[in-house]
């Protein structure tokens, strides 16, 4: 009997389990269609387009950037674009919020997708479902997707590389060799950062085939585990851990919360002036790095292109059926010769 009740008892908390499953999914649906309804009619106005905005990090100051500008442009074309993690219970996988947004109905998804298969299959059916997707910096080629927006990665590794030529020229290094480290994302299978690093190790490697007298350059790869803050800070302090001479005199860092932590470990390990970092965007923290010589340089993307051609593609999709495979992004350096103008925030 106690066989039979134990049975009978998990049976029920499977049903009851799987029922609260189907309810929050559903709830999850309907909150994003009601809101969807909001959002066609914001402020009394009536919009034409409901799109989603669906990134690896919604809170940062880069993706945040992307979406207003993106928005903006989406109010011009009469439609409207939402951040979705912002409007969701609690945090969700981007290939959660993929299955949510194409259960919605959305008239369009700009996803930063990656090569992970999982993703491919999602942006099949979001295609099969009528629904446009737009990949955004991170790509799936073998993916549905009717465009890309992104930023040439040769050319930002080559522009790191004549950076880390030009310092290997105005600074001087103690050792025997100049050591950079380039910190990767260990779960991206996203080809672009190994594109990127190619092109950094290719304008290295050129320039010291033709300056024989130059001191060595070794470059070495570091992952990061990117699934959240505290992890990152992990895999960054790991660098400044192994004894003064393990390490680098130069960290590239790929996106904002690597640069972001990689400042204030120099900071923390008083390593101010020995180790020279080379970041990635622009948002006040990494402005004022290198207004107080702890960031060498960073390398910027115009964040107003991609929002903008984002939403560009979408319409224009809309309107004659096709657009334009791939949308690039201009991207510039920005030093202690020009931190001044972006402070003021002026523009290039």
Known sequence: MNKEHKSLNMITIWIITGVLVVLTGVLIVLFISFNRSLSRKESGDTYDKYYVMITDDPSSSFWQSVYVSS????KKQNAYVEMLADNLPRDYSQTEQMEIAISSGVDGIIVTAGEAEGMTEL???AYEAEIPVITLLNDNTQSDRISFVGIGNYNLGREYGKLIIEMANTKSFQ???INVTVLLDAGSEDSGQNVLTFAIQDEVTVYL????????????LAAVDASNTF????????????GKEDIPD??????ENDTNSVYQMVVDYNEVGEVNILGYYNSDAILKGIERDVIYATLSVDTDQM???CIDALSEYYEIGYTSQYFTADSYVINKSNIGEYMKGGSR
């Open 209 to 220: 085939d033709s300056h024989k007298d130059q001191k060595p350059i070794e470059i070495d």
């Open 71 to 74: 928005l903006k442009e989406a």
């Open 231 to 242: 992890s990152v800070e992990e895999s960054v302090r790991n660098l400044f851990l192994g």
């Open 175 to 177: 050792g025997d060799t």
């Open 307 to 309: 929002g903008k051609y």
């Open 123 to 125: 942006i099949k059916k």
């Open 250 to 255: 130069i960290i590239i860092c790929l996106n």
